[in-house]
C-alpha cells in the first residue's frame, strides 16, 4: 500500500494511527464481550476503521457527521466519552438513548453527530437539511453522511443526492463499500463500474477513494471539504473497502469465498500503516506500545464504570419523554376581524407566523412563484425570498427528511404535501424518524407537515384521502384537524410555535366554502381542547373536519334534536374529557368521520367512552364513516362512498333507541 505524507506531518501521522487503533481495540473488546452475552449484539467494523477515523479527522468539531453502525471511529474520534458509549451498548441509563435504543441509533448535539435509524436512507435527506440550515445561516460547514453501497439502492439516496445537487448543499455523501449488503454482493446491487459513477447523473462531483488508506482518505477529504466551505456544492465519494465479519455477528461470512477474505485482510488498513509508520521511523515499537497500552486501559476503566452501573429501573418518564416537553404559548386575539375563507386563514397563519419565526423554511412542490396548488403560499416568495420559500422536487420522503436536518441545526420547517394522499410518499421519515426522535435520544422534529385532504371534490383515490389514521396510530406525532378558518388559523400557529412534529389537516372542501370571521392580527389556539358547537340533553355528536359541518347541516334541518355537538379540532392530543362530560349527560353517542370506518379514530372514541362512561350509556354508541371502499370519482358513487346522507338515518335511529 502506498502512503502520501505530503502536507501531513509526523505528529498528524501518529494521531490518525492511535486514533484508528481505538475503535479497532474497542471492537476486540466487544466480540469478547458478546461471546459472554454481556452485550447483546454487535455490528463489527473491522477493516473500515480508515474512512470513518479520516473523514472525521479532516472535518471540524463543529461541523456535523451522520454516522452508520460500522463507524465507531466517528464516536470515539470525536472523542465521545468511552464509558458513555459502553453504557449506550448495554441499554444502562447514562447511554444516549436512555435505554430505549441500541448500539449506534442515537445522536448526540454536544459532538455533533447524528446517529442512523435501521431504514438507512432518512439520513441522508437528513443531512441535506442540516446543510441547509448552515447555508441560510451564512455558515461555512460541511455536512458528512455515510450510507453502504447496499443502501445506494434506496430511493432515499437518489433523492437526497438531488436535492444536494439541484441547492447546492455542501453534503459529503461518503459511500463505504466494503462488498456486501447483508450477504448480497455488490453485483446484486448495482451495473455501474463504480458508485460514484452515479454522480454524474445528478451533475455533482464524485471521486473513489481506496477505503483502507488512511492519509488518502484524510488528505482527500480535507482538500475536498476546504474547498466545499469556500464553494457550497455536495460531493460524491465512495470508498473501496471490505467487511471482514459478518453484517452482524449472528450472521457469519460463509457466503464469502475465503480467497476473496484472504485477499483483503492483506489490506488491513491498521497493520499496513502500523509497517509505514515503523518502516518509516515516524513511530518506533515502544510508542505503538504505549499507544495501545493506554487504550486498553481505558476501555477497561470505561468499561468498569458501565458495568458498574445499575440496569434501568424507572419507568416514569417513558410516556412523558415521547413528546419534548411545551408550554402552551398564548396570544390572544385582535379585536379587528375579517370575513374569510379556511384558505386564506391557512395563509395568513402561515404568512404570520414567518414574520414571527425568522428561522421558518416553508418547503414544497410549486408553493414559491406559482403559490401551490390551492395557492396559499402565492406572493411568500417575493414577500420572504426564495432561500425560506423553497420549490422542491418531487420527492416526498427526501424533503421531509430534509425538514427533520433543518430542526436537527436550528430551525423550524413547515413542508406542504400538494395533496395529503402523496403523504404515503413520505411515511417512512415521518413515522420512523420524526415520530421516534425526541423518545430515542431528546432531539425534536421542529416540523409542520401541511394535508390538503379530503373528498366530496369529485378528485378519485388519490387525491381525496383523509388519512389522519394512519399518524394517529403512531406515538410521537400531534395530529390537527380544524373545521372552521378561526381555528385553522391559531391552531397553525400553535402548531408552528411546536418544537414537536405536527400533522396539520386541510379540507380541501373547506378552502373556499367556509367563511368565517376571523382576527386578523396573530393569536394562537390550544391543542387538546375540543370546540362546543351546539348544546343540548338528547345525544353527544362527536366530529371533525367536514363531518362536523354535515353534523351542523343535520341539525339545522331537524331542528327538534337538542344534542351536544362537539368539534374536536385535534386528534393527538385528543379531548375526551369533553367527550366524557357531554356523554354523561346525554347517555347517547354518535361519532361521525369522513374516513372509512375500520380502524379509524371513532373507532378509539367508543372504545374509550365505554371503558370509562359504560354505565351512563342507554343506548350501543354508533360510528358512521364512509365506505371501505377506495374512493370513487363520479359524484354518484362519491356520494355513496360519504357518510353524509347516512348520518341523517343513523341519528335519528339511534335517538329512538
Not at 37 to 62: D, H, N, P, R
Not at 171 to 179: D, H, M
Not at 277 to 298: F, P, S, T, W, Y
Not at 617 to 629: C, F, G, H, K, Y
Amino acid at each position: 500500500m502506498q502512503y502520501n505524507i505530503k502536507d501531513v506531518d509526523s505528529s498528524t501521522q501518529i494521531t490518525l494511527y492511535k486514533r484508528m487503533l481505538v475503535p479497532r481495540l474497542i471492537e476486540e473488546k466487544m466480540l469478547v464481550l458478546l461471546r459472554q452475552g454481556k452485550i447483546s449484539k454487535w455490528f463489527s467494523g473491522i477493516g473500515q476503521e480508515a474512512i470513518s477515523v479520516g473523514v472525521t479527522s479532516a472535518l471540524k468539531t463543529e461541523e456535523y457527521i451522520l454516522p452508520m453502525h460500522r463507524n465507531l471511529g466517528v464516536f470515539t474520534t470525536r472523542n465521545v466519552p468511552l464509558h458513555r458509549l459502553f453504557a449506550q451498548w448495554q441499554g444502562k441509563g447514562s447511554g444516549f438513548t436512555k435505554g430505549r435504543d441500541r448500539s449506534f441509533h442515537f445522536g448526540t448535539q454536544e459532538y455533533k453527530i447524528v446517529g442512523m435509524i435501521s431504514h438507512l436512507g432518512p439520513q441522508l435527506g437528513v443531512a441535506d437539511g442540516i446543510a441547509l440550515a448552515d447555508k441560510l445561516k451564512g455558515k461555512k460547514n460541511v455536512t458528512a453522511v455515510f450510507t453502504g453501497e447496499g443502501g445506494t439502492s434506496e430511493g432515499d439516496f437518489h433523492e437526497a443526492l438531488n436535492i444536494a445537487a439541484v441547492w447546492d448543499l455542501p453534503v459529503l455523501f461518503c459511500i463505504e463499500n466494503n462488498g456486501y449488503g447483508l450477504s448480497t454482493p455488490t453485483s446484486e446491487q448495482y451495473r455501474c463500474t463504480n458508485l460514484s459513477d452515479k454522480g454524474i447523473g445528478y451533475g455533482i462531483e464524485s471521486y473513489t477513494i481506496d477505503g483502507n488508506n488512511i492519509l488518502e482518505v484524510f488528505t482527500k477529504v480535507t482538500s475536498l471539504s476546504e474547498s466545499m466551505r469556500g464553494n457550497p456544492r455536495p460531493i460524491l465519494l465512495e470508498f473501496k473497502t471490505f467487511r471482514m465479519r459478518g453484517h452482524e455477528e449472528a450472521s457469519g461470512t460463509a457466503y464469502v469465498p475465503e480467497a476473496m477474505l484472504s485477499e483483503w485482510s492483506k489490506k488491513d488498513p491498521i497493520e499496513n500503516y502500523k509497517q509505514f509508520l515503523l518502516e518509516n521511523k515516524i513511530m518506533d515499537k515502544g510508542l505503538e506500545a504505549k499507544l495501545r497500552n493506554d487504550i486498553v486501559q481505558e476501555i477497561s476503566a470505561s468499561l468498569n464504570i458501565a458495568f458498574e452501573e445499575k440496569e434501568i429501573e424507572d419507568v416514569s418518564n417513558e410516556i412523558s419523554d415521547v413528546f419534548k416537553s411545551v408550554v402552551y404559548q398564548e396570544h390572544k386575539c385582535d379585536k379587528e376581524v375579517k370575513s374569510i375563507r379556511l384558505v386564506d386563514a391557512v395563509s395568513d397563519g402561515l404568512r404570520l407566523s414567518m414574520v414571527r419565526h425568522q428561522n421558518l423554511v416553508l418547503m414544497g412542490q410549486d408553493i414559491a412563484d406559482y403559490g401551490g396548488v390551492f395557492k396559499v403560499t402565492k406572493g411568500f416568495a417575493a414577500t420572504f425570498g426564495k432561500d425560506r420559500v423553497r420549490n422542491t422536487p418531487i420527492c416526498e420522503s427526501g424533503i421531509i427528511s430534509a425538514a427533520m436536518g433543518l430542526s436537527i441545526n436550528g430551525m423550524k420547517a413547515v413542508v406542504e404535501m400538494q395533496f395529503a394522499d402523496f403523504v404515503s410518499s413520505g411515511f417512512n421519515p415521518i413515522v420512523n424518524y420524526l415520530a421516534k426522535s425526541h423518545y430515542r435520544w431528546s432531539e425534536p422534529a421542529d416540523v409542520v407537515i401541511r394535508m390538503p385532504c379530503g373528498g366530496g371534490v369529485g378528485a378519485g383515490p388519490f387525491h381525496s384521502q383523509t388519512n389522519e389514521a394512519w399518524f394517529t396510530k403512531t406515538p410521537g406525532l400531534k395530529v390537527v384537524y380544524p373545521a372552521f378558518p378561526y381555528d385553522a388559523k391559531g391552531l397553525l400557529a400553535t402548531a408552528i410555535n411546536d418544537p414537536n412534529p405536527v400533522l396539520f389537516f386541510e379540507h380541501k372542501g373547506l378552502y373556499r366554502s367556509s367563511y368565517q370571521d376571523v382576527p386578523t392580527g396573530y393569536y394562537t389556539l390550544p391543542f387538546g381542547k375540543a370546540g362546543l358547537l351546539r348544546k343540548g340533553d338528547d345525544i353527544t355528536i362527536v366530529s371533525y373536519g367536514l363531518g362536523v359541518h354535515w353534523a351542523l347541516e343535520t341539525l339545522n334541518r331537524q331542528s327538534q334534536i337538542k344534542a351536544d355537538l362537539i368539534d374536536l379540532r385535534t386528534l393527538m392530543p385528543l379531548d375526551m374529557e369533553s367527550v366524557f362530560s357531554s356523554v354523561k349527560k346525554t347517555g347517547k353517542l354518535i361519532i361521525l368521520q369522513e374516513d372509512s370506518l375500520f380502524g379509524g379514530i371513532a373507532s378509539d372514541i367508543s372504545a374509550l367512552v365505554v371503558e370509562n362512561c359504560f354505565e351512563y350509556l342507554d343506548a350501543p354508541i354508533r360510528r358512521v364513516a364512509s365506505l371501505e371502499t377506495p374512493i370513487p370519482f363520479s359524484k354518484k358513487l362519491e356520494d355513496n362512498y360519504l357518510p353524509k346522507q347516512r348520518f341523517e338515518k343513523e341519528l335519528l335511529s339511534l335517538l329512538a333507541y
